[in-house]
């Protein structure tokens, strides 16, 4: 099964990223995930579901031990519908 997880941390701060969005980009780009795209205002990322569950793991505990007072996700399964889980 594939996973595509969109998200994003707040507070936001347009002058210069926060703590919490330098941390959630190096633990998505550090993850073993196929595709990221890393955003100012969302990221996403997609990949087999352990990796991206790890990763959201990573992500919810680090951002929010780096300042993140809010943390918005969404997960979906990607992929054909009755393709076999890895």
């Known amino acids: 099964m594939r996973l595509r997880v969109e998200f994003t941390t707040e507070p936001f ?18 993850a073993e995930l196929d595709e990221v ?5 969302g990221n996403t990322a997609e990949g087999a579901a352990d990796a991206v569950l790890s990763a959201v793991d990573a ?5 929010l031990q ?21």
Not at 37 to 41: A, E, L, N, Q, S
Not at 59 to 63: E, Y
Not at 66 to 86: D, K
């Open 13 to 30: 701060d347009l002058d210069e990223a926060p703590a919490h969005a330098v941390v959630a980009r190096q633990v998505i780009e550090g």
């Open 37 to 41: 795209d890393v955003g100012p205002f």
């Open 59 to 63: 992500l919810l505990r680090r951002t």
């Open 66 to 86: 780096a300042g993140a007072t809010r943390v918005s996700l969404q997960v979906n399964v990607v992929g054909a519908a009755g393709e076999g889980a890895e």
